[in-house]
């Protein structure tokens, strides 16, 4: 079955405690991105992935990093959590099909992280 | 830069009533737009999407949308609202970077 899959699905830590969500896909996907969605701002995206050792910084980068070491993972690592951080993160992927450009085609979405900072 | 709006935070209909959720774009040339749709507790699902051609738009679960350049639209229809259908839904504008912009969502509740 096609899937993304993020663990943990939930997480509570504390500030100033490394963490690290990951992301798997199974789809062979070139594209992996990680968003956060808070109340009444939607899905803010953090960072992105084009191929394995590409990525690029989205809308709200603070705070984290990623890494693209594999084509299937994309870790999503908070070297220093902060309560600002409390949010739902997801990760999605997505073929990318370069006869057109731009990002095209449909991004499939894992179940999403809960993360509480306290 | 690509921008998108949702007006709606929250709407609620009666099961077997229209539905019409409303976006508004912000880009220069023509966009790639997309509407998912978030089930409570789970990721988000594509409905449909545009890139050209035909602007009348047909997805899964009986949704429709209609592009309209002269008003930078995208709206979501639906001609008869099931109760399985509330859930949040989000319109998404892309460009010819790598980048998806999505709206802030509207919630869709549906009452028996």
């Known amino acids: 079955e096609a899937q993304v899959t993020q663990n943990p699905r939930y997480l509570i830590t504390v500030t100033g405690k490394k963490l690290t969500v990951t992301c798997s896909q199974n789809?062979?996907?070139?594209?992996m991105s990680w968003y956060r969605q808070d109340p009444g701002l939607g899905l803010r995206q953090i960072y992105y992935?084009?191929?394995?050792?590409?990525?690029d910084k989205g809308d709200v980068p603070e705070g984290y990093k990623v890494s693209r070491k594999e084509k299937r993972n994309f870790p999503l690592i908070l070297e220093s959590p902060s309560p600002n951080q409390t949010s739902l993160y997801f990760c999605?992927?997505?073929?990318?099909?370069?006869?057109?450009?731009?990002?095209?085609?449909?991004?499939?979405f894992g179940s999403g992280t809960q993360l509480s900072v306290l | 830069a690509q921008s998108v709006t949702q007006p709606d935070i929250h709407i609620t209909v009666s099961e077997g009533a229209s539905l019409e959720l409303r976006c508004n774009y912000s880009?220069?040339?023509?966009?790639?737009l997309f509407w998912y749709v978030q089930s409570p507790g789970q990721g988000l699902q594509l409905l449909l999407k545009?890139?050209?051609?035909?602007?009348l738009v047909q997805g899964i679960k009986g949704f429709e949308a209609e592009f309209k350049r002269s008003q930078s639209s995208f709206n979501l229809r639906k001609p008869s609202v099931h109760w399985s259908d509330a859930a949040e839904y989000f319109c998404a504008v892309g460009d010819n970077t790598d980048k998806l912009i999505f709206g802030t969502g509207t919630r869709l509740q549906v009452f028996p």
């Open positions: 999605a992927s997505s073929s990318v099909r370069r006869r057109l450009p731009g990002l095209n085609e449909k991004l499939f």
């Open positions: 789809m062979n996907h070139e594209y």
């Open positions: 545009y890139f050209s051609g035909d602007t």
């Open positions: 992935s084009m191929n394995v050792e590409v990525t």
């Open positions: 880009y220069g040339a023509t966009p790639y």
